[in-house]
T-cell receptor, first 116, second 113 residues
Framework: SAVISQKPSRDICQRGTSLTIQCQVD?????MFWYRQQPGQSLTLIAT?????????ESGFVIDKFPISRPNLTFSTLTVSNMSPEDSSIYLC?????????????FGPGTRLTVT | GESVGLHLPTLSVQEGDNSIINCAYS??????FIWYKQESGKGPQFIID?????DKRQGQRVTVLLNKTVKHLSLQIAATQPGDSAVYFC????????????FGSGTRLLVRP
């Protein structure tokens, strides 16, 4: 498995500001992902954080709104820019690791963001 | 902690009974299916997975069934315990060997003592 931590665990921010969320994993991983979970809903993939190159964004998500960094194989950040109340969500980091010849995704505890 | 799944369908079971949580997946080309458990204030936790070349897989107190004909996945929990109370998500992946997961809408399981 993998031990994943996220900072901050929660925050309340004013609209128009930006927040950077950090994700740290206890071992080197190739694949790191960022998901959004809106209140009462399921998880939606925002982007794949690639080490050494630009992140790969899913449809509906753009780099200007959600810039991502991946400076090494154990760390990534997601920034939520120019926030509006619609950005209020849980933001989750996940990693993919090999386990018994197959790959499994493990999730961090999430960052609960409230935008006022 | 904050609750997840305020607006999700809810399954209420008596402690000790078996639970069956169902999921309809979207892509017939998906090769890989996973069940996750999410407790309040926590990230999803891997429970069990199954590949498309199987129709059943058993773990500790859990069984996953896959019916590719109707694109249906189920999670059976034997002798449900209060600690099983959580929101359960199915996820599908492996399309074109992709690592991407698509999550289902989730079901909240409540275990009555």
């Amino acid at each position: 498995s993998a031990v994943i931590s996220q900072k901050p665990s929660r925050d309340i921010c004013q609209r128009g500001t930006s927040l950077t969320i950090q994700c740290q994993v206890d071992s080197q991983v190739t694949m790191m992902f960022w998901y959004r979970q809106q209140p009462g809903q399921s998880l939606t993939l925002i982007a794949t954080a690639n080490q050494g190159s630009e992140a790969t964004y899913e449809s509906g998500f753009v780099i200007d709104k959600f810039p991502i960094s991946r400076p090494n194989l154990t760390f990534s950040t997601l920034t939520v820019s120019n926030m509006s109340p619609e950005d209020s969500s849980i933001y989750l980091c996940s990693v993919e690791k090999e386990a018994g010849g197959k790959y499994e995704q493990y999730f961090g505890p999430g960052t609960r963001l409230t935008v006022t | 902690g904050e609750s997840v799944g305020l607006h999700l369908p809810t399954l209420s079971v008596q402690e000790g009974d078996n639970s069956i949580i169902n999921c309809a997946y979207s892509n017939s080309a998906s090769d890989y299916f996973i069940w996750y458990k999410q407790e309040s204030g926590k990230g999803p936790q891997f429970i069990i997975d199954i590949r498309s070349n199987m129709d059943k897989r058993q773990g500790q107190r859990v069984t996953v069934l896959l019916n590719k004909t109707v694109k249906h996945l189920s999670l059976q929990i034997a002798a449900t315990q209060p600690g099983d109370s959580a929101v359960y998500f199915c996820a599908e992946g492996g399309v074109d060997s992709s690592y991407k997961l698509i999550f289902g809408s989730g079901t909240r399981l409540l275990v009555r003592p």
